[in-house]
């Protein structure tokens, strides 16, 4: 399977603890983004990267939330002291677009299940 | 204003019927849409992209509006495999993401 890939599928934590997801892109994808979804809402942007920068964050990214993407391949998101209003899917998504580009298609992965108690 | 509205409904379509519904956008330097479809609690897929033109896929067929800011779906013929959620999906000139809609939830009922 050569799509977008993520782990753990599911994560079920209690508040206050730290959580870390992890996306492996499409592999020529050079664009990965961060999308979190809860229950009767549309995906919302988190943040995304171009290669290993990080070009743009929302506002939805707390303090507690930081996510890498070291040698521009896969990317981490990691959550910490969770909270309860924490809890989501969060899907990652890649394609492969220059800097210059508006975004296109994107390619979602399976996402991460995330319930805090 | 949120930058792309939908109806989430949901719309239930007898089996073999027509439904249609639109998303609207609030930022008129959008200049790439895409109707993604999503299965309960599973990730959105690409139904098809959006031009200006419109276009047509099988049963489905997406219009653009540029001067009301909305684009449309239609599906004819509703089979009870269709039922998902539509997402609406805008990207804007200079804006490195996709602004999604909450969905359009369609039940084709038997």
């Known amino acids: 399977d050569t799509g977008v890939s993520q782990d753990p599928r599911h994560k079920i934590t209690k508040r206050g603890q730290n959580v870390t997801f992890r996306c492996d892109p499409i592999?020529?994808?050079?664009?990965l983004y961060w999308y979190r979804q809860t229950l009767g809402q549309g995906p919302e942007f988190l943040t995304y990267?171009?290669?290993?920068?990080?070009?743009?964050k929302s506002r939805l990214l707390s303090d507690r939330f930081s996510a890498e993407r070291p040698k521009g391949s896969f990317s981490t998101l990691e959550i910490q002291r969770t909270e309860q209003g924490d809890s989501a899917m969060y899907l990652c998504?890649?394609?492969?677009?220059?800097?210059?580009?508006?975004?296109?298609?994107?390619?979602f992965g399976e996402g991460s299940r995330l319930t805090v108690l | 204003r949120k930058e792309v509205e939908q109806d989430p409904g949901p719309f239930n379509v007898p089996e073999g019927a027509t439904v249609a519904f639109n998303c609207t956008y609030s930022?008129?330097?959008?200049?790439?849409f895409f109707w993604y479809r999503q299965d309960c609690r599973k990730e959105p897929k690409l139904l098809m992209s959006?031009?200006?033109s419109g276009n047509e896929d099988g049963r489905f067929t997406a219009q653009l509006n540029r001067a009301s800011q909305y684009i449309s779906l239609l599906i004819r013929d509703s089979k009870l495999s269709d039922s998902a959620t539509y997402l609406c999906?805008?990207?804007?000139?200079?804006?490195?993401?996709?602004?999604f809609g909450k969905g359009n939830q369609v039940v084709v009922i038997p």
């Open positions: 990267f171009q290669n290993e920068a990080q070009l743009e």
């Open positions: 592999s020529e994808h050079n664009r």
């Open positions: 959006v031009y200006s």
């Open positions: 930022n008129s330097a959008s200049q790439s």
């Open positions: 999906a805008v990207g804007q000139r200079g804006n490195n993401r996709l602004a």
């Open positions: 998504a890649s394609n492969n677009l220059g800097v210059s580009q508006s975004t296109g298609e994107l390619f």
